[in-house]
């Protein structure tokens, strides 16, 4: 069974620095994409950032140039680093990974910038 966690969260303030971690276990990740998403409360859950398999990366308008997703497919993590941190990137943080047929989530972690 493929299982998802995220780790990281905290609260930090406005311009400082947080990491992520998404710990993939139950499969073999290296060949599929992970996707970062994040839902701010009483709002839709919304795409951040993903990397494929080969490393390709892409990110919404609202974190390119502060945020940096990576993956270390010895340890099946996959992390994210996010920088200059805005009270509007204060949510919960989710790890997604659609393989072999379903679409699997973490629990996610809260992420609160104060301004």
């Known amino acids: 069974q493929v299982q998802l966690e995220e780790s990281g969260g905290g609260l930090v303030q406005a311009g400082g620095s947080l990491r992520l971690s998404c710990a993939v276990s139950?499969?073999?990740?290296?060949?599929?994409?992970v996707y970062w998403y994040r839902q701010p409360l009483g709002k839709k859950r919304e795409w951040v950032t993903f990397i494929t398999k080969d490393g390709t990366t892409d990110y919404a308008d609202s974190v390119k140039g502060r945020f940096t997703i990576s993956r270390e497919n010895a340890k099946n993590t996959i992390d994210l680093q996010m920088n200059n941190l805005k009270p509007e990137d204060t949510a919960v943080y989710y790890c997604?990974?659609?393989?072999?047929?379903?679409?699997?989530w973490g629990h996610g972690t809260q992420v609160t910038v104060s301004s």
């Open positions: 997604n990974a659609p393989m072999l047929g379903s679409n699997y």
């Open positions: 139950g499969s073999i990740f290296s060949s599929y994409t």
